[in-house]
């Protein structure tokens, strides 16, 4: 019996596989594997986390853009809104003609009012003066390239800016006696006028008026081509 007992030990350790780990090792072995495993897992899950936080991160920047682009275009609406309530609004009148004699330069007198409620700057102010005797504008209105506001004009809201005009050559006889003599000329005088508001924007107006010699002033010809308003 005590020989039996003495070599157990031996003949345990003759019947284990060669690979197999001593029963102290066994715990350590199983530990090791389930931290390697559960650290797969982890970094499987810590992938998943930093794809979805980067998706957010890109959410959140496409909503940033798409706020600051509603929030200009609705700052441009609404000063549209406001230019459009405060602006200012030129026509032009008081057309005289003051000079058309033979031999000389005809000389008109106009002047552009600013009817609206804010500050305009004229930027250019072109006029023609047109003799004819068929009574017909041009198909083009045909400017003289003249800007009477090459400067730049500042008209406040109710004030007007008078402009005197001289044609480019002087009066003909045949021109004055189509007009006052025969009654066959007509006089047409037209021009176009651009300005802009306080926040730039700019507009343009034309206007064409017909000399009537019987009472010796211009009167609006109807014709949307050249008469119109911003």
């Not at 031999?103 to 002047?111: F, T």
């Amino acid at each position: 019996m005590k020989k039996f007992l003495l070599a157990a030990p031996l003949l345990f350790a003759t019947a284990l596989p060669a690979n197999a780990a001593p029963a102290d090792d066994m715990p350590l072995h199983n530990l090791i594997t389930a931290l390697t495993d559960q650290l797969e897992h982890t970094g499987y899950a810590v992938t998943i986390i930093i794809t979805i936080v980067g998706l957010l991160l890109i959410l959140q920047v496409v909503v940033l853009f798409l706020q600051m682009f509603v929030g200009m275009k609705y700052v441009r609406l609404v000063r549209t809104e406001i230019s459009q309530r405060n602006r200012p609004r030129l026509v032009v009148r008081h057309i005289a003609l003051e000079a058309f004699e033979p031999g000389k330069l005809a000389k008109v007198q106009w002047s552009a009012e600013n009817m609206g409620n804010s500050t305009a700057t004229i930027v250019e102010a072109h006029a023609t003066l047109f003799v004819t005797r068929t009574g017909k504008l041009p198909p083009v209105p045909d400017y003289d390239g003249r800007n009477h506001a090459d400067s730049g004009l500042s008209l406040e809201s109710g004030r007007a800016i008078p402009f005197v005009h001289f044609s480019r050559e002087e009066v003909a006889s045949s021109e004055y006696d189509a007009v006052y003599r025969v009654g066959e000329g007509s006089i047409f005088f037209y021009g176009r006028v651009l300005y802009a508001d306080e926040a730039g924007v700019r507009r343009r107006i034309g206007f064409c008026r017909q000399f009537d010699a019987h009472w010796g002033r211009f009167l609006i010809v109807d014709d949307p081509n050249s008469e119109y308003a911003d």
